[in-house]
């Protein structure tokens, strides 16, 4: 059973970057599509980011320009990055397998979740 | 990008009753390419329906989904307690994916 874990500071000051790290256990992270979702508090999901095990990327475009995805295939984890964060990044940040038929894909397994508070 | 209306935004119903979900899509979702999540409180979403007919691993025969083009329904058949929660759609079909604003099913 494939299992992934996010890990990384809970408070990011304003206009600095947030950093995440999501490790994939229970199979390998190889030849598949991974992916950060969002969701503020109180609010719906949304998506930020994908990556392929090759290095293969895709952005949400209203977030293009402050985030990166990257892959650590030995290490099994893939990672986010967002710069100039505000409290409007406010959000449980969720890793996640997605499952690319077409043009993009859906989400088979999901971290339990990371709260990531922008405050100064 | 393919903005996802889902209503209604709450459904108040009890145990044993029948739930209906819809989702429409501004534009024709390709392929059919739609996908259904539950989410209760303090928990990650977790995938229900894919191609908008088929259920996921382990998911119970009184949920189904239907519809194609810009029309979607989750329908839950018989409410059991443990279906209380929010629901979302996402299309997959083109890029950007994006997610419905959910649909809360309570008592």
């Known amino acids: 059973q494939v299992q992934l874990q996010e890990s990384g500071p809970g408070v990011v000051k304003p206009s600095e970057t947030l950093s995440l790290t999501c490790t994939v256990s229970?199979?390998?992270?190889?030849?598949?599509?991974w992916s950060w979702i969002r969701q503020a508090p109180g609010k719906g999901l949304e998506w930020v980011a994908y990556?392929?095990?090759?290095?293969?990327?895709n952005y949400n475009p209203s977030l293009q320009s402050r985030v990166t995805i990257s892959v650590d295939t030995s290490k099994n984890q893939f990672s986010l990055k967002m710069s100039s964060v505000a409290a409007a990044d406010t959000a449980v940040y969720y890793c996640?397998?997605?499952?690319?038929?077409?043009?993009?894909?859906?989400?088979?397994?999901w971290g339990q979740g990371a709260l990531v508070t922008v405050s100064s | 990008e393919v903005v996802l209306t889902q209503s209604p935004g709450t459904l108040s119903l009890s145990p044993g009753e029948r739930a209906t979900l819809s989702c429409r899509a501004s534009?024709?979702?390709?392929?059919?390419?739609l996908a259904w999540y539950q989410q209760k409180p303090g928990q990650a979403p977790r995938l229900f329906i894919y191609?908008?007919?088929s259920r996921a691993t382990g998911i119970p025969d009184r949920f189904s989904g239907s519809g194609s083009g810009t029309d979607f329904t989750l329908t839950i058949s018989r409410l059991e307690p443990e279906d209380f929660a929010v629901y979302y759609c996402?299309?997959?079909?083109?890029?950007?994916?994006?997610f419905g604003g959910g649909t809360k099913v309570g008592i």
């Open positions: 996640a397998r997605m499952f690319r038929p077409g043009a993009a894909g859906f989400f088979d397994y």
């Open positions: 229970g199979g390998s992270i190889s030849n598949y599509y």
């Open positions: 990556i392929y095990s090759t290095g293969n990327t």
């Open positions: 534009q024709s979702v390709t392929s059919n390419y």
């Open positions: 191609a908008a007919s």
């Open positions: 996402q299309q997959y079909g083109s890029s950007p994916l994006t």
